[in-house]
Nanobody, 123 residues
Framework: VQLQASGGGLVQAGGSLRLSCAAS????????TGWFRQAPGKEREFVAA????????YYADSVKGRFTISTNNAENTVYLQMNDLKPEDTALYFC?????????????????WGQGTLVTVSS
């Protein structure tokens, strides 16, 4: 499985971005997919996750109400819509997928990772 993340960029505080994560080699419809982020000098942290066909979603408290994770199984792509961005959202964002059990918030549960896409929010 190969994941390709895109959509990062520079945006002012209060702005929006939509990240995309396209999968090849295996469908997302049977996966649990997550977005994580890592700021300089900090550990990778959970942002959002979506299970299987989009029936269940999870969010970190810091992004709840501002970010939305969704999936388009026909395009084998997972999205992260980010609204009302804040400077503290600045980080390298990664998408990840797993096809077996684990914890949605734990990076170690995910076997497949895309390259990061950088999000920079200016104040």
């Amino acid at each position: 499985v190969q994941l390709q993340a895109s959509g990062g960029g520079l945006v002012q505080a209060g702005g929006s971005l939509r990240l995309s994560c396209a999968a090849s080699g295996r469908t997302f419809s049977s996966a649990a997919t997550g977005w994580f982020r890592q700021a300089p000098g900090k550990e990778r942290e959970f942002v959002a996750a979506i299970y299987w066909s989009g029936s269940t979603t999870y969010y970190a408290d810091s992004v709840k109400g501002r970010f939305t994770i969704s999936t388009n199984n026909a395009e084998n792509t997972v999205y992260l819509q980010m609204n009302d961005l804040k400077p503290e959202d600045t980080a390298l964002y990664f998408c990840a997928a797993r096809y077996s059990g684990g914890y949605y918030y734990n990076p170690a549960s995910y076997a497949y990772w895309g390259q990061g896409t950088l999000v920079t929010v200016s104040s």
